[in-house]
């Protein structure tokens, strides 16, 4: 990774193809259309800020989390070289060590498992159901030919749907929460312990299926867990970084502890670029910047994801809470309100998006940046991939030269206005490394826009209120009483009314 200025450093628009690179990743700002001057002025801001030292601060363990007073450290839990990283004066690797190795070992332990079934949600589930689901055509099963199965949804049509081709003697359980209180979670894992009762499994045997990941160990003990099937992680670790704790478990159970590795190994090269390139090579930093400017000059309210990779079509729900859970705020770090912070993430796996949202973002009147993310080498061994694979890569490239240049007609309704912008990022391919190393630049990139936005990108407590309505309102819908008519307001009251009739 050279850290050497790049002659056209200073216009990262106009950068040779592929001379802005981390990780294999390239990024191409082409069709950012950001000139020189507003580069620069991009540059100054990042230095008014001070963003390289905001970086400095979050990856030693500096308390970027101001609102509850920790330090973000997911990127320890990447540090394959063991290298010490501390808090509160304590070395943290010691541990995240001792559970890569318990880990290794499970991935060694497990014969005959036909079912692994991840219970979990928000960041207790987007991170390894995506890596498991882009890394299989690419990574080598282990041959137990395990089937992962993940639940999130309290609707338990997920969790039946699973339980249907379960088989329950054969089936290991992870209940993945930090909080270990989520009640998602909780229900689906009471759920699962009838069905395991349902199909006639002693206690022991239930006892032996289950398994915890969690920072709320005690928690995770109290519901029963043995000591020995929880696999913690730490309360510096976000819920939303946590894939690179033992919540990544699925993946080294299904591909092998090796592969889980090179997934770790793929995103601390993306850290060590993060934390060694200047600002104007450093690719997160970079991305950052040309959303902030886009937004600040069109204004716009959203931005679309499309990769054009199907493993990669759950990408855009990882995105979206990573991006919009830690940056979609309206107070700044000293408690001031503000005015812009994260646009709303959409995005979905190309070609099919082009058939759905595309000809808003062609003609709509409001300028939507687009990332696209793109894959040079095939994802499939039919005999015909190369021909899809080009129509694939056809298609991102002409969807962007078309955002970029539009067309002119006479006909109103025809003409493309096109300078909409787009960033290409280009991955050499879809394996472990390369995941690892995109999803680190895009929660490094939402730490920088964080930064430019002043907000804390480490905390969520717009999600709480709804949660702590529920609870009266299922106690309503579960109770027999009549409604107290106080406690809700009168909408909520009529629907309740209506849904116990
Ligand atoms: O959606 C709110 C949230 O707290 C997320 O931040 C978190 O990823 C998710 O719930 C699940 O939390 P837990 O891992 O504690 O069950």
Known sequence: MSTKPHPSAANPSSAAFGSLQAAGIILDLAYQSIDQHDWADLFTKADEIGLKKQIESLLTGGLVNTSEHRPALHTALRNLDKKSVLHNGQDVMPAIAEVWQRMDGLCNKWVGVTDLIHIGIGGSDFGPRLAVQALAHSANKTNRSMRVHFAANVDSAELSHILERAQANSTKVLIVSKSFSTAETMMNAKTIINWFKAKNLTSSQIQNSLFAITSNTKAAESFGIQEENIFPFWEWVGGRFSVWSAVGLPIALQYGFDTFKQFLSGAN??????????????????????????QGKHHSKAYAVVPYAHGLELFPFWLQQLDMESNGKSTDRQGNSVKVSSPAVFGSAGTNAQHSYFQLLHQGPEIIPVDFIAVKAAMSTLPEAQDHHNALLANCLAQ???????????DPNLSYSGKRPSNLIMLPKLDAYHLGALLALYEHRAFCLGALWNLNSFDQPGVELGKV???????????DAPLDSHAFDDVTASRIEFLKK
């Open 269 to 294: 090269a993306m850290d060590q670029h993060f934390a060694s390139a200047p600002i104007n090579q450093n690719l997160p930093c970079l991305l950052a910047l040309a959303l902030f400017y886009q």
């Open 400 to 410: 962007a030269q078309a955002l970029a240049n539009g067309k002119e007609s006479t």
């Open 469 to 479: 309505l529920a609870r009266p309102i299922e106690d309503a819908l579960k109770s």
